[in-house]
């Protein structure tokens, strides 16, 4: 009896031990979650109706990071309205994710994004904010590539002040100013 609970009971001590001490590490965003969070409120681009109507709230994502860190099947889990929803959509496709690890091997996880819409925030920040954000109107979201002939005017150079920061996600630095252009629709 003592050889047979020894044959059986052992191997199972131990694969139960090995899984304990298995470690496994959520997907987490490049620079952390406090720099997430400082990412979203500078990227965040509260829809002008929203805003006038007053309207706050969260909306959930959720998605997969694949191991190779990318994310796919961004998808909406908690609704607030349309115009809110897609502007997170946005914000959630900017972010890049350390994918999560499970005994140091990296696996691909379904995780999700809380952002939330608080006019009376925004409102506060874009008084304290010293450049103006760019105001971007009948912004096309087709994805059809369109030719110079086919646009009402062509792209003209945006302040790239606004969208150079000291560092970005990655920790990198932006020593020489992005210069970045704008279609006009």
Request: with cysteine; charged share 25%; proline share 8%.
């Amino acid at each position: 009896m003592r050889t047979l609970f020894r044959c059986l009971l052992l191997p199972v001590l131990l694969v139960s031990v090995n899984a304990l001490l298995a470690q496994a590490v959520d997907p987490e965003p490049y620079g952390g979650k406090a720099d997430l969070e400082q990412f979203i409120a500078d990227e965040l681009i509260y829809p002008a109706s929203e805003l006038a109507q007053g309207i706050s709230g969260p909306v959930n994502l959720i998605f997969t990071v694949n191991a190779d860190g990318r994310t796919s099947g961004m998808r909406i889990w908690q609704s607030l309205n349309p115009a809110c929803d897609a502007e997170a959509l946005r914000i959630g496709n900017l972010v890049r994710w350390l994918p999560a690890t499970f005994d140091g091997e990296p696996r691909t996880t379904e995780y999700h994004l809380r952002i939330t819409f608080d006019a009376k925030k925004y409102t506060r920040q874009e008084k304290k904010r010293t450049l103006p954000r760019p105001v971007i109107t009948n912004a096309d979201s087709s994805g059809v590539l369109y030719g110079a002939k086919e646009l009402d005017s062509l792209p003209q150079p945006m302040d790239h002040r606004w969208h150079a920061r000291p560092t970005d996600l990655l920790g990198r630095t932006d020593e020489v100013p992005v210069r970045c252009f704008r279609a006009q629709y």
